[in-house]
C-alpha cells in the first residue's frame, strides 16, 4: 500500500512552481509553502526511518525574498552585537587613556607595574574562554549568559573607579578579564550559529570593527569625560572614566538581554516562522555539506576532544598569537600618540582618525575576502602595510612621518578579521567542535598580551624601536605560519578531488583558501 507521506511528496514536485499548493482535507489552499513540510507526522505514518522522510523542499517558496529578510533582521541585531564588543574594548583599554591623567601616580604604580596591570586582565580571558563557549553552546538563551556576564564586567569597571591601591586594581582587572572573555569568543560562535561560510566574513569584520570604533570614539569619549569631569564632586578625572563607563556598560547589558539573538533553534519573537525554519535549514544545509559524522550522536565534550586532538587548531592559534603579538601598539596607541609633542587631550583626539579608516579597511577587505572566496592573500596584504608604518615609525621621529605610519599599523587588524573567519569555516565539522576551536584559538590569541604587554616599555620610548622591532618580526612569522596552513588546506582539497574522480562521486566540499 502507497504510503501518504510519500503519496503527497510525489505529487509535491510536479505542482507548478510559480504558483506552490497545500493540500488539506478542506480542499486546496494557496498559501505558499514556507518550509519543508513533514506530511507523515500529520497523517501518523509509523514504520519510517530517518533516511525515508518525505517532504517537501523549501524551494517550493521564494526563498530568497524570505532569506533577505532574515538576513536584514538578523544584521540588525548584529549591530547591537556590536556595540556590545565597544563596551567590551573600552572596558578592557580605558586603563591606557587614564593613565594620561594620574592614573598611575595616584596608585603609586612605579616600574612595570602599569604594564603587569595590562597583562592580568589577560590572564583571566585564558582561564574562561573555552570553558565558556562549551557552555554557551548548550544553552538555549546566549542573549541571557552574554547580557549577565556584560553587567558583571560593568560593575567591577565601576568599582575600577573607586579603588584606593595598586593592588586592588590588579585584582578588580583581573576579574573584568575573567568575565569579560565569554563575550568576543561567544560572540564569533553565535555569528556561526545564524551565517553561511560565504557569509562569515563581512559580519565577522561587521563584530570586530566594534574595536577599531572603540580605539577611535573611545578616545575622544576619554578625552570629554577627562577634560570636563576633573574634580567633580571630588573626584578625579581618571575614576570619572571607570565609573561612566562602567554604568554605560550596564544599562547597554540591560538592553541586551532583550535584543541580541538566541540560536535559529530557539523559538525567536522578532522572526516570522517562515524566517525561524529557514534560519534552522540554512545551518542544517551548511552541517550537512561538510559533516562526516552526522549518524554518530555528539556528546557534550566530543567537540573539544576533537579540537584538542586537531594540530591545526594549535598552528592556527599560534599563529594568531603572533598576529596579535605584532598588534599589541593598540593596547598603548595613546602613549604612542603621545610621542608626538602634543597635550594629552589632543594626544587622544588624534588616535581616531587611524582607526577610523582601519574600520573602513575591514569592511572592504572582508567583503572582497567572501566575494573571490580568498582567505590568505586578505590577511597577507594588510600585515605588509602594516609592516610598512613599523618601519617608518622606526625610521624617523618627524611629526608628520609618524602620525602617517600609525594610519598603515591600524590596517594590521584587518587581517585578524579575515583569519578568525578563516578558522571558522574551516574548523566546522561540528558545532561543538565549532565553538570549541573558536575559543582555543581566541584563548591563543590572548594569551599574546601577556607578553605584549611588555614590549613597550617607558624606557624603549619616544621612539619604540625595539617594539616596533618585535612587531616586524611576530608580523613575518604569521606570514610564513599560515602559508604553511594554506598549503596543507591546498593539499587537502587536491586529495579530495583525486578521490572523487576515481570514485565518480560529485563534487564535496573544498577548504577555502
Known amino acids: 500500500m502507497i504510503e501518504l507521506g510519500k503519496l503527497y511528496a510525489y505529487i509535491g514536485t510536479w505542482l507548478p512552481r510559480w504558483k506552490p499548493l497545500i493540500l488539506s482535507s478542506s480542499g486546496i489552499s494557496y498559501r505558499p509553502l514556507l518550509a519543508t513540510v513533514d506530511y507523515g507526522s500529520q497523517y501518523e505514518i509509523s514504520g519510517r526511518t530517518s533516511d525515508d522522510n518525505p517532504t517537501l523542499a523549501l524551494d517550493y517558496i521564494d526563498r530568497s525574498t524570505v532569506e533577505k529578510r532574515l538576513l536584514r533582521k538578523l544584521d540588525l ?14 572596558d578592557r583599554t580605558n586603563a591606557a587613556a587614564a593613565r594620561l591623567r594620574g592614573y598611575e601616580e595616584d596608585l603609586g604604580m612605579t616600574g612595570n607595574q602599569f604594564n603587569t596591570l595590562i597583562s592580568i586582565l589577560y590572564v583571566g580571558y585564558m582561564l574562561t574562554q573555552a570553558p565558556s563557549n562549551m557552555i554557551l553552546h548548550r544553552m538555549k538563551r546566549p542573549s541571557l549568559y552574554l547580557s549577565s556576564c556584560m553587567a558583571i564586567w560593568g560593575v567591577l569597571t565601576v568599582l575600577t573607579g573607586a579603588v ?3 593592588h586592588a586594581a590588579l585584582i578588580l582587572r ?42 577611535a570614539f573611545g578616545a575622544l569619549f576619554a578625552s570629554g569625560i577627562l577634560g570636563g569631569l576633573d574634580g567633580t564632586l571630588g573626584f578625579t578625572a581618571w575614576r570619572w572614566l571607570f565609573f561612566v563607563e562602567g554604568a554605560l ?8 538581554g532583550w535584543i541580541l539573538p538566541d540560536f535559529p533553534s530557539t ?34 565534550y566530543s567537540g573539544l576532544a ?21 598588534q599589541s601598539f593598540g593596547l598603548f596607541f595613546p602613549t604612542l600618540s603621545a610621542t608626538m609633542g602634543y597635550s594629552a587631550t589632543t594626544s587622544l583626539l588624534l588616535c581616531a582618525p587611524p582607526w577610523i579608516l582601519g574600520t573602513a579597511t575591514s569592511f572592504v577587505v572582508a567583503r572582497h575576502s567572501d566575494a573571490t572566496g580568498d582567505r590568505f592573500w586578505h590577511i597577507v596584504g594588510p600585515l605588509l602595510v602594516a609592516i610598512a608604518g613599523f618601519i617608518l615609525a622606526i625610521s624617523t621621529m618627524n611629526t608628520t612621518v609618524r602620525y602617517i605610519s600609525l594610519f598603515l599599523m591600524t590596517q594590521s587588524p584587518v587581517a585578524y578579521v579575515v583569519c578568525l573567519t578563516w578558522v571558522m569555516n574551516t574548523f566546522s565539522q561540528s558545532q561543538s567542535k565549532r565553538a570549541a576551536a573558536i575559543a582555543l584559538v581566541n584563548t591563543m590569541s590572548t594569551a599574546s ?3 605584549s604587554s611588555y614590549f613597550w616599555p617607558s624606557s624603549w620610548g619616544p621612539s619604540y624601536v ?10 613575518v612569522l604569521c606570514i610564513a605560519m599560515l602559508w604553511v596552513f594554506r598549503r596543507h588546506l591546498s593539499r587537502c582539497n587536491e586529495a579530495a578531488e583525486a578521490e572523487e574522480q576515481s570514485l565518480g562521486l560529485p563534487k564535496g566540499l573544498r577548504y577555502i583558501l
Open 164 to 166: 584606593q591601591t595598586y
Open 267 to 300: 523559538p525567536s519573537l522578532w522572526l516570522l516562522p517562515d524566517e525561524q525554519i529557514l534560519a534552522k535549514q540554512r545551518m542544517e544545509e551548511e552541517v550537512a555539506s561538510e559533516n562526516k559524522h552526522k549518524s554518530k550522536p555528539e556528546e557534550y
Open 174 to 215: 583581573f576579574f573584568i578579564g575573567f568575565v569579560e572573555a565569554a563575550f568576543f569568543p561567544g560572540a564569533v560562535f553565535l555569528l556561526s550559529r545564524w551565517y553561511k561560510r560565504n557569509e562569515l566574513g563581512l559580519r565577522t569584520a561587521f563584530l570586530t570593527c566594534g574595536a577599531s570604533i572603540s580605539n
Open 249 to 256: 556598560t550596564i544599562v547597554v547589558a540591560v538592553s541586551a
Open 306 to 326: 576533537e579540537a584538542l586532538m586537531d594540530w591545526r587548531v594549535w598552528w592556527v592559534g599560534a599563529a594568531l598569537n603572533l598576529m596579535s603579538s605584532s
Open 466 to 475: 625595539n617594539s616596533y622591532l618585535i612587531c616586524i618580526l611576530t608580523s
Open 449 to 451: 598580551h601577556m607578553g
Open 77 to 90: 541585531r548584529v549591530a547591537f552585537l556590536v556595540l556590545v564588543y565597544i563596551m567590551n574594548y573600552m
